[in-house]
């Protein structure tokens, strides 16, 4: 669905400026046995590329399409469950719709459809992003929402945090729809979050390192993990036969103090390529791995008049190829060394968070091709984009 | 003790003049040399293999490993070839060696052909053709026979090719910069004008080189040609033709088919047939290449002028003295040279013995063992008689 700007940015103008600071999220309560909030969400994005997207129609466009309208309810039931559900409007799907017992804090079990403990970015809120887009590790290579049951809790008053869960396939990240590619099935998943300081009162309390491990396996096929620009242009076709185990493993790590924040977190994906080679014996692993950095800086204190200002920039990598390094990188289907490629992204942005609900963000977006020959502008290594969004959230 | 030293000296030189002749043996003359029969052994993945049988009648290229004697290459590219000789049985191959890495390639060469001539009883008469036109001074790809393995699988015998590319144009013509067309049946075409449209020229003439050029830059010169053809024989027919066309090489390249008895070439009873065109530059002359030779030596008293009629452009250039005369001079040089020293049947009686026990392991042939060694008694005979019949109906032509 698209909008013309101006009619979105009225709209979300005179609703928030009607608005009382201090509303709150609409709510039904009944006692403390209950709790319903209404959430909310819409999300509309202008964006423009010197590179054709996914769809090739967002080269050097600029009309508003609206990224996302979903809605729904969350709360707590019975003092000890709490629930989440979530639609989306536009795409006609399911979110996150699970039940989490949580009498223990050490020990909270959730059961099902949510997103498999792996990737900081991906586990964090689209509302708190620094950028309009998460990053390219996280949007392709962390697993996204499955079905599934997980156990999780925190433990030596909070310092670490644990959640581990089998799940029925490899999340929704790997699995796009109207595809007859391969992705995992049943999917154990594990991550491990640790705030040694935390609590010290000093710099460093804000300290978070984390740890993850996903593990499934994957059919004979072409896999659904694709190499996709910011704006979903292809990079590297993926046409590799994998059978085997598919391993996903990640770190993490993180710091604020009041103004500042740096975030880093490195993925790495491999398929097993088990009796693929031209003799029919085993080939070596496909791999897809990245790492980004991140870093924000709070030009103006959260409360102020004219809300929040903050400034961020982010440099990620995403490849392709597989492990092996021995003999010439092949475009085949059954090569050893695959010929793969990487995109090198540089993000530059600014977020504006006029007031609780609405959030305005600008990215300015460099992306590089290591072999510009299988990238969405043959001719050219490097192109620029942009994207505007603009966010009502309740 | 002095004995053997003396002994010695020679082993030793010997030796050393072989040690760079081995090392020079690395080189595509080493693949088509055709002193000992060659040998190919391909790895395809069971389950590629399987679909390339089963889709044998699509261009669908498959990875493959290919090792010649101690060299192995990864990662080429393999589909099945032919148009009335494709089979799933014994699939006729092209391998393309820089199909999935760049540049890569076996000896300089960056394609092959492994003919099943699965039209041919006789298994000889495509590489005994082509030394033939390579003799009398025409360009022709370099050929060896050869066994080979599917996954240490006896597939039978076949011809090794070289393939017609720009690598093939500047060894025999020295510059492969140029415009090279094969030439695709579509139908029975004897050189009649295709109308003003290129799409009938390019489903006739299938670039391979300049493929990025526009349809004007790559076929006005062959429409033109056709073009021009088509005219009534006048005073000026002659000149407008050859703006476009070698008329000489063609009909060189014609009398050579002639004298092979060759019934699907150039004059082919179902029309034009197996022949490149290659143009050096965009205003310079076309000029054939010949390919796909296995339906020669057939009825071995074929008349010399058998089908002129038919083609366009053949028939009038025909109608020019001169060359009529070249015509007849060049069948006259086929036949001394197939006869000086008994060399085609010395060729042909070469190759039998070279490849009778590969052709015998041959399960995939389509025709017995008795049946082949018919088809070369044939064949012999063919060489003992050719010459003579031809130098008789030239004469006579005069």
Known sequence: ?394 | MVMMMMMMIPILLVALLAMPAAAGAQTPDAVFANDTLQEIRLSIHSQDLRELRERYAEDVYFPADVQWRGTRVSNVGVRVRGLATRSAVKPGLRIDFDRYVEGQALFGLRSLVLDNVLRDPSLIRERTSMAFIGRMGQPAPRESFGRLYINDVYEGLYVFVEAIDTDFLARTLGDGSGYLFEHKFAGGFYGEYLGDDYEPYKLRFAAHTHRLESDTMLYLPLRDLFYEVNQDVDGVWRDRVSRYIDLPQVVTHVAIETFLAEIDGFLGTAGMANFYLYRPDNVGLHRLLAWDRDTTFQEVDSAIFARVQDNALFRRALAFGDLRALYLDTLAECARVAAADRWLETEIVRAHLLIRDAVYEDAAKPVSNEEYERAIASLVSFARQRPAIVLEAVAAAR
Request: aromatic share 10%; proline share 4%.
């Open chain 1, 1 to 394: 669905m698209r909008l013309p700007l101006p009619i979105l940015l009225t709209l979300l103008i005179l609703l928030t400026g009607s608005s009382p600071a201090g509303a709150q999220v609409p709510s039904i309560r009944a006692g403390a046995w209950l709790r319903v909030d209404f959430r909310a969400r819409v999300q509309g994005d202008v964006r423009a590329s010197q590179a054709p997207s996914a769809d090739h129609t967002d080269q050097e466009d600029g009309r508003l399409d609206v990224a996302r309208r979903r809605v729904g309810i969350e709360g707590r039931a019975a003092r000890v469950f709490d629930y989440q559900v979530e639609y989306e409007l536009g795409a006609r799907q399911w979110r996150d719709v699970y039940l989490d017992y949580r009498q223990f804090k050490a020990l909270q079990l959730r059961a099902g459809t949510f997103k498999l403990p792996f990737g900081l970015d991906e586990n964090t809120s689209a509302t708190s992003l620094d950028f309009i887009y998460r990053s390219r590790i996280s949007s392709r290579l962390a697993p996204g929402r499955d079905r599934g049951v997980s156990a999780h809790g925190k433990l030596l008053r909070d310092r670490l945090n644990y959640e581990a869960g089998m799940f029925r396939n490899d999340g929704d990240n790997a699995r796009p729809s109207n595809s007859a590619r391969v992705f995992g099935g049943r999917t154990g998943a594990a991550r491990v979050t640790v705030r040694p300081f935390r609590g010290a009162g000093t710099a460093a309390a804000s300290l978070h390192l984390g740890a993850a491990v996903a593990c499934s396996n994957v059919p004979l096929g072409f896999s659904a993990v694709r190499a996709r620009t910011v704006f979903g242009a292809s990079f590297f076709d993926s046409d590799v036969w994998i059978k085997g185990r598919r391993v996903r493993t990640g770190l993490e790590a993180r710091w604020s103090s009041r103004r500042v924040s740096v975030q880093s977190e490195y993925i790495r994906l491999t398929d097993e390529r088990r009796g693929q080679s031209v003799e029919d014996g085993d080939l070596s692993p496909l791999l897809a791995h990245g790492w980004y950095a991140s870093a924000t800086y709070a030009v103006s204190a959260k409360r102020s008049r004219y809300g929040a200002i903050e400034l961020a920039s982010r440099f990620e990598t995403l490849s392709f190829g597989s492990t092996a390094t021995a003999g010439d990188p092949s475009s085949s289907v059954r090569a050893d060394r695959v010929l793969g490629n990487s995109d090198r992204v540089m993000t530059y942005g600014a977020s504006w968070q006029l007031n609780r609900w609405v959030k305005v963000q600008a990215n300015l977006i460099r992306e590089q091709m290591e072999e510009p020959s299988m990238g969405p502008l043959p001719e050219r290594p490097a192109f620029w984009s942009r994207a505007l969004r603009v966010q009502f959230a309740i």
